[in-house]
């Protein structure tokens, strides 16, 4: 790999051919349910998206979507799109988080990806192939382990969540997901995915993995949306 991370006091150093290149900033006081920064009372501001299927949900960051925040993170998860090199730096932070913070996910039994529906795989910019995004983080993830990756959970349709509220988002992730039959059955499973807003992809990916056997489910995401402005509302609402 050209790309290599190190844990750094609050924040994670990414060398790129061994050279310092930019650092991802963590949570300070990420709440073990959801990820989200608690709030200073020490509760969450998130409780409703809590998943009884979860057991923990771990991230590298904030991710912010709207323009004028452009922080080394969120540049990176933005390009992971356009750039199948960028699952290197991403991928390497989660597997030095997992190593020296997060060390209950070493106890995992395999690595599962959310996935995609064929048609909205993305194109990479230098090579033109085609790719799934989350699949290559997970492949990182997994030999950086030494964790199998397996594709236990399928997507039935495509489905796209930028623009929903969150009880859209909760409705129409319904039945979204299925589990293979060769899928989770009394494994241990590291769930994974770029990004998470509202929780609801990870909450019905848990709860299938769950039906078909899996012994438990965490999950690792790269960023998770700070989302306060564009979803203020639909939060009071709850
Ligand atoms: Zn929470």
Redesign the pocket.
């Known amino acids: 790999l050209r790309w290599s991370a190190a844990l750094d006091d609050g924040r994670v150093a990414i060398y790129l051919d061994g050279n310092l290149n930019g650092y991802y900033e963590l949570i300070k006081n990420p709440?073990?349910?959801?990820?989200?920064p608690?709030l200073s009372n020490g509760s969450?501001?998130?409780?409703f998206?809590?998943s009884p299927f979860l057991t923990k949900v771990c991230t590298i960051g904030l991710y912010y979507d709207y323009q004028e925040k452009t922080d080394y993170l969120s540049k990176h998860i933005n390009n992971l799109k356009k750039y199948i090199d960028k699952r290197e730096p991403l991928g390497a932070a989660m597997v030095e988080l997992i190593r020296r913070r997060d060390k209950e996910f070493l106890n995992c039994d395999c690595v599962v990806p959310v996935p995609q529906e064929a048609t909205e795989f993305h194109v990479d910019v230098d090579s033109k192939k085609e790719f799934n995004q989350v699949d290559e983080l997970a492949s990182i993830v997994s030999k950086g382990l030494n964790i199998p990756m397996i594709d236990a959970l399928v997507k039935l349709k495509p489905h796209k969540q930028k623009s929903k509220n969150f009880s859209q988002r909760g409705s129409e992730t319904k039945n979204l997901y299925r589990c293979r039959e060769h899928g989770a059955k009394n494994k241990t499973v590291m769930l994974l995915d770029d990004i998470t807003t509202s929780g609801y992809t990870l909450n019905r990916c848990s709860e299938e993995l769950h039906k078909a056997g899996a012994k438990g489910v965490m999950a690792f995401v790269c960023g998770i949306n700070h989302y306060e402005r564009e979803n203020s509302q639909s939060l009071a609402m709850k």
């Open positions: 709440c073990a349910s959801c990820s989200y608690l969450c501001q998130r409780q998206v809590h």
